[in-house]
């Protein structure tokens, strides 16, 4: 991917890989195509999302899981909630140290929780479970 692809803060971090010589390690692929994104979780030790701030339920982790790649996800993160210790890890947030234990711990089981993450994501987001969530929602509201 051009730099330019990438905004201003992709920018400012591939120039921040560059100057710690980690090109070799860090690849910005931009934007990439279903087929393409879908293998790029399938040969991916882990999933880290390492929100700052409070996040709602994003895709990338439910997308990751259903890849069999076991994510990790700070605990301010919508979707921690779906992440335990037997398909991935959810970590205290702005604690690198943590995220880097939890890719310690992953990296030997990652076939495993990597099967268990897809497992868990396919029996719990479903039509009818997000339907159920969402009414039992709209009770609790009404009946305050």
């Known amino acids: 991917s051009e730099k330019s692809d990438l905004g201003p803060y992709g920018a ?3 120039e921040l890989v560059d100057k710690l010589e980690l090109g070799h390690r ?4 931009g934007l990439l195509p279903h087929e393409d994104l879908v293998m790029a979780y399938s040969a991916s030790l ?15 982790t439910i997308e990751a899981m259903a890849c069999a ?5 700070t605990e301010n993160c919508g979707s921690a909630e779906l ?11 702005m604690d690198p140290s ?21 497992q868990r ?24």
């Open 69 to 73: 790649t076991p994510p990790i996800v």
């Open 46 to 60: 882990a999933s880290l999302t390492p929100s700052i701030w409070i996040e709602p339920f994003g895709y990338v």
């Open 98 to 118: 943590a995220i880097a234990e939890a890719v310690k711990e992953i990296i030997p089981q990652r076939t495993e929780m990597g099967i268990r993450a897809r």
């Open 121 to 144: 994501v396919c029996e719990s987001i479903t039509p009818r479970n997000i339907v159920d969530e969402l009414l039992s929602l709209f009770h609790k509201v009404i009946s305050v």
């Open 26 to 29: 860090v690849i910005f692929t």
């Open 12 to 14: 400012f971090l591939s």
């Open 83 to 93: 992440v335990n210790d037997e398909v991935g890890r959810v970590v205290p947030r």
